[in-house]
T-cell receptor
């Protein structure tokens, strides 16, 4: 158990819908990262937050957005969902950006 | 793109040491070598990391060559539960912390 929690574990929705994935970092960690893992693309970095501020962006689509709240939990919002958004979404956290990242168990999103 | 090269797959007998190689010939002086593994579709699990010196923890040992162009992850006594995809990642310990995952090595531990 890494100490990072993600909810929900599974999410099934329809195209065009909007969903929110939630991540609670390990106690004391200030930095949160979101990654997407699809069958054809592998694990890809989406976005990073540090102490509430966006720190880095990867290949995150404009339909996706995220934020980190004052209590340090983070949410990833996915809108206008397409079939290709079906994937595993992982959250990771670290004490500060330079430190080791610990991953949560992931949320499996299925878009029908 | 990932800055590492790993064999796509390896087999290991249960109870034997598993030695997983990684080439990172373009590594720079301030970049660390990290190893993670992913069992089935679980979240990647941190194993070990190092800069120059060899490292050991309760899970594994990391051997980094003197020129730092390659490394080997050693699982001393592999078990069936070590069957996973192992990722070698070169990571700059700076303020932008995202990891770049390659395809990794699929390790199959066989009875």
């Amino acid at each position: 158990d890494s100490g990072v929690t993600q909810t929900p574990k599974h999410l099934i929705t329809a195209t065009g819908q909007r969903v929110t994935l939630r991540c609670s970092p390990r106690s004391g960690d200030l930095s949160v990262y979101w990654y997407q893992q699809s069958l054809d693309q592998g694990l890809q970095f989406l976005i990073q937050y540090y102490n509430g501020e966006e720190r880095a962006k990867g290949n995150i689509l404009e339909r996706f957005s995220a934020q980190q709240f004052p209590d340090l939990h983070s949410e990833l919002n996915l809108s206008s969902l397409e079939l290709g958004d079906s994937a595993l979404y992982f959250c990771a956290s670290s004490l500060i950006p330079e430190n080791t990242q610990y991953f949560g168990p992931g949320t499996r999103l299925t878009v029908l | 793109d990932a800055k590492t090269t790993q064999p796509p797959s390896m087999d290991c007998a249960e109870g034997r040491a598993a030695n997983l190689p990684c080439n990172h010939s373009t590594i720079s002086g301030n970049e660390y070598v990290y190893w993670y593994r992913q069992i089935h579709s679980q979240g990647p699990q941190y194993i070990i990391h190092g800069l120059k010196n060899n490292e050991t923890n309760e899970m594994a040992s990391l051997i980094i060559t003197e020129d730092r162009k390659s490394s080997t992850l050693i699982l001393p006594h592999a078990t069936l539960r070590d069957t996973a995809v192992y990722y070698c990642i070169v990571h700059y310990g700076g303020s932008q912390g995202n990891l770049i995952f390659g395809k990794g090595t699929k390790l199959s531990v066989k009875p």
